[in-house]
C-alpha cells in the first residue's frame, strides 16, 4: 500500500524566526546583565533554535546538552521521559537556561526541571521557540516563549517528524502526521 506523501504547510517563515529569536535574545541578554547563564540544549529538537539564540545573545554563556526520549517515531506522545544523554558538567550555582523547542504537554519540561533543580542550580529558566498550550498536561510553563501556536504537529527549525523535515528553514505543518 503507497503511503500518502506529507503536506507541508508554512506556519513561520525562517525570516520570522530570525526577528523573533533577535528579540528574545535581547530580552535575555538584559534580564541576565553581569552574569554568565549556563544554557542547556534539549536534544535534538533545539539545537538549531539554540545556535541562533546564542549568537542573538549579548553576554557570556556556557552551554551543555541533553537527550531525552519522549516521542517515538510518530507525533504520539508516550507519556514518558527518560535520559538518553545526561549533562557533561555539574550544574550547582549556576543560572541555568533550557533551551526546548516545543511546549507540548508540558511532561518533558516538568521531568527536566524537577531533575535539573535537585542539583541545586542558582536558578532554572526555560526558553521555549514554539509553545502549544491548548494541549497542556502537566502544570508548567516556559519563562520566554517565541510564538504560540495552535494544536498541529509542526516540523523544520531543527523540528522532526521520525527523524525528518530538521532541515527546513520554516516551521512547517505536517498535515499527513498521523492524527493524535
Ligand atoms: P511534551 O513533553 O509533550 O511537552 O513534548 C515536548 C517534546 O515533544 C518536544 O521537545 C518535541 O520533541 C516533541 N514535540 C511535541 N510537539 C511536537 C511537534 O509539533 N513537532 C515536533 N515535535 C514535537
Known amino acids: 500500500m503507497s503511503q500518502k506523501p506529507p503536506e507541508l504547510e508554512r506556519l513561520i ?40 539564540l546564542i549568537r542573538a545573545l549579548d553576554l557570556p554563556v556556557t552551554v551543555d546538552f541533553l537527550s531525552i526520549a ?20 555539574p550544574i550547582e550555582g549556576r543560572d541555568v537556561l533550557v533551551i526546548e523547542d516545543i511546549l507540548d504537554t508540558g511532561r518533558t519540561i516538568q521531568f527536566l526541571k524537577e531533575l535539573l533543580e535537585t542539583r541545586k542550580p542558582r536558578s532554572v529558566r526555560v526558553v521555549a521557540l514554539l509553545d502549544k498550550a491548548s494541549r497542556r498536561v502537566a502544570p508548567v510553563q ?39
Not at 530570525?18 to 534539549?42: K, M, T
Not at 523535515?165 to 505543518?173: A, N, Q
Open 13 to 52: 517563515p525562517g525570516e520570522t524566526l530570525a526577528e523573533r529569536v533577535r528579540s528574545l535574545g535581547g530580552e535575555i541578554s538584559r534580564d541576565y546583565r553581569g552574569r554568565c547563564p549556563h544554557l542547556i540544549g534539549v536534544l535534538k529538537g533545539a539545537w538549531v533554535f539554540m545556535a541562533d
Open 142 to 180: 516556559a519563562d520566554y516563549v517565541g510564538f504560540r501556536i495552535p494544536d498541529a504537529f509542526v516540523v523544520g527549525y531543527g523540528l522532526d517528524f521520525d527523524q525528518k523535515f530538521r532541515e527546513l528553514p520554516d516551521i512547517c505543518v505536517l498535515r499527513s502526521a498521523a492524527s493524535r
Open 70 to 89: 519522549s516521542y517515538g517515531g510518530d507525533t504520539q506522545s508516550s507519556g514518558e521521559v527518560k535520559i538518553i544523554k545526561d549533562l557533561d558538567a
